[in-house]
């Protein structure tokens, strides 16, 4: 069961605060009081957090199917996070799949990269290459798509994987580190490097197989007008957030 949620909080501020104490501390989701199996920021966490939840559990329907693909904990995308404030969008992942990759007989799966959809056009114009340190690559991207054995994964429900090549390189604040039992990928990107944002981003990850991907919309909310502004107390925040569901027309494989 895909869970997609929107949820208001403290000053966007507190994402600046420092990371909770712990062996397992991440870049900000113990700031915002996240925890495995307990998804929901708590009071602490900036304003109005997109968040989607897809947490396969021992049980569920067709046991360790992933949607598209199979794997269990393993190769699970259990959680996406996604907020934008005046000057920084934040992304961030869970998954029980390690930077490092994992076998799978004689394939060798890597992690992907996080691709950014700016004005939900259908085009990965950004990437968080997380074989680059979190580096936020651009320009002319040629995006690799997952495979097994060589050939498309999943008829294209999981694509794209990870860039390859590109023109422009800018730098986040990134972490991908154990966190809870399993992983987090996060980075928090400067809107300048992304020519000063969108109205919309569109967020997509998955790994080598593409067993599992995590997709999500953050809308960012219009400056209003004066009027509008007076009688909603002004500000700036998020609005909305589309979990895109893809048909799987391919054949179940197992990882």
Known sequence: MKKTILLGGAAAAAFLLA??????????LDTFGVSYDNWAPNS??????????????????QSGWLDPGYGGDAYDAEAAYMAIDGQYLYVAVVTGFPLSGRASGNDYFHAGDIGLD??????????????????LRSGNLNWENPAIGGGQAWNGVSDP?????????????????????????????DLGDMNGGSSTYDMHWTMGC??????????????PEPATMLLLGGGLGLAGIVRRRRQNNGEALEA
């Open 118 to 135: 700016l004005n939900s056009d259908g085009n990965y114009e950004y990437a968080v290459d997380v074989d680059g340190n979190g580096a």
């Open 210 to 223: 593409g067993n599992d991907e995590l997709e999500m919309r953050a809308v960012a909310d219009p400056v």
């Open 161 to 189: 994987l990870r860039v390859t090549s590109w023109n422009n390189s800018a730098s986040t604040q990134f972490s991908y580190a154990s966190w809870q039992g399993r992983y987090a990928i996060e980075a928090i990107i």
């Open 44 to 61: 602490f966490a900036p304003n109005n957090i997109n968040y989607v939840v897809e947490d396969w559990k021992v049980g569920d329907n």
């Open 19 to 28: 990371s909770a104490p712990g062996a397992e501390a991440s870049l900000f």
